[in-house]
């Protein structure tokens, strides 16, 4: 079973936009990470969360860990092409493996 | 380029046969990961390696299923007697802990399989 959920599985936005995709976990989150994936190639490592209530910000992308870790938000701000592709959010479980949500395709139309 | 490669990049094969994957971690990363990731869905841990010691293994690594990183440099993971189930993305991960006791997967373009 999925122990991350991740929303909207898809998202379409105008280039310009504003979006956010969300993390939800069952279970306290003890690291989440957030990696962008284009169609085909491997993850490219964006940010990676540990308190509550922490937030980080790289370029015009943001991700907030809520103060009871158990869900993370992803901020795209005036979304560019450049931003389109697979996000995914993973959490470590055990002693080091990353467990990951389904992912959340974004497409950004011109 | 100093980030995790693989090879080869893409490998199609008939079903029967036995296929070998390579990946080459980041220089000085102690741990090294390997994930199976099929279409529209997140990567699958299928297992890791600290140094050379093979430390834990998913139950989807089946006995058809085998990995090495004989130097605690570069691993391979081979395929035994390929299914049409196994194809799928083979991604390989590389960490190691920074100073501030952080560990960050690092990750590779991955080695696309398609068993005919």
């Known amino acids: 079973s999925q122990e991350l959920e991740q929303s909207p599985q898809s998202l379409i936005v105008q280039e310009g936009k504003n979006l956010t995709i969300n993390c939800t976990s069952s279970?306290?989150?003890?690291?989440l990470y957030w990696y962008k994936q284009k169609y085909g190639e491997g993850l490219i490592f964006l940010m990676m969360?540990?308190?509550?209530?922490e937030e980080k910000s790289h370029e015009k992308i943001t991700a907030k860990l809520d103060e009871k870790k158990q869900q993370s938000s992803l901020h795209i701000t005036a979304s560019q092409p450049s931003h389109a592709g697979i996000y995914l959010c993973?959490?470590?479980?055990?002693?080091?493996?990353?467990?990951f949500g389904q992912g959340t395709r974004l497409t950004i139309n011109p | 380029d100093t980030g995790v490669s693989q090879n080869p990049r893409h490998k199609i094969t008939k079903r029967g046969q036995n296929v070998t994957f390579r990946c080459d971690p980041i220089?000085?990363?102690?741990?090294l990961y390997w994930y199976r990731q099929t279409l529209g869905q997140g990567p699958e841990f299928l297992t890791y390696f600290q140094n050379e010691a093979q430390l834990e293994k998913s139950r989807l690594l089946s006995d058809r299923f085998s990995a090495e990183r004989p130097k605690g440099s570069f691993s391979t993971l081979e395929i035994q007697r390929t299914e049409q189930g196994d194809s799928a993305m083979y991604l390989c991960?590389?960490?190691?802990?920074?100073?501030?006791?952080?560990?960050?997967?690092?990750f590779g373009p991955g080695t696309r399989l398609l068993v005919l």
């Open positions: 279970k306290t989150l003890y690291g």
């Open positions: 993973g959490a470590i479980k055990g002693a080091q493996k990353l467990v």
């Open positions: 220089s000085e990363h102690n741990r």
């Open positions: 991960a590389s960490s190691d802990r920074d100073r501030g006791g952080q560990e960050t997967q690092y």
């Open positions: 969360l540990q308190k509550g209530g």
